[in-house]
Nanobody, 111 residues
Framework: VQLVESGGGLVQPGGSLRLSCVGSGFTFSSNVMSWYRQAPGKERELVATIFGVTTDYATSVKGRFTISRDDAKNTLYLQMHSLKPEDTAVYYC???????WGQGTQVTVSS
C-alpha cells in the first residue's frame, strides 16, 4: 500500500492550494479516505473525510476546503481556499481504516 501526496508549498494568506494524493496497492474506491494535518507542537488533527460522495470537515476548514476523489485515477484531492497562517502544517493523506498513511506534504501560509 502506498499513498503519495503532492501540491504543498508556500502561499500568502488568502491564497489557494490544491493537494493531491495518489494511492496504490489497494482498492482505492472502496475505502474511506481522509486528510489530516499536524502543525508544529500540536497533535495531528482530522481535516476532511470522504466516502463515496459523502464528505465531512473539521469546523475550522468548513466552507474553505473541499475534499474530492477520482476513483478512476486512484487520486484524492484537497482544494484549499482563503488560507490562513493557522493552516500551516504538514498535510497527510490517509486510508484511516486500513492504517495507511502518506509521507506528508508541507503547507506554509505566510506573507
Amino acid at each position: 500500500v502506498q499513498l503519495v501526496e503532492s501540491g504543498g508549498g508556500l502561499v500568502q494568506p488568502g491564497g489557494s492550494l490544491r493537494l493531491s494524493c495518489v494511492g496504490s496497492g489497494f482498492t482505492f474506491s472502496s475505502n474511506v479516505m481522509s486528510w489530516y494535518r499536524q502543525a508544529p507542537g500540536k497533535e495531528r488533527e482530522l481535516v476532511a473525510t470522504i466516502f463515496g460522495v459523502t464528505t465531512d470537515y473539521a469546523t475550522s476548514v468548513k466552507g474553505r476546503f473541499t475534499i474530492s476523489r477520482d476513483d478512476a485515477k486512484n487520486t484524492l484531492y484537497l482544494q484549499m481556499h482563503s488560507l490562513k497562517p493557522e493552516d500551516t502544517a504538514v498535510y497527510y493523506c490517509a486510508a484511516p481504516y486500513r492504517g495507511s498513511w502518506g509521507q506528508g506534504t508541507q503547507v506554509t501560509v505566510s506573507s
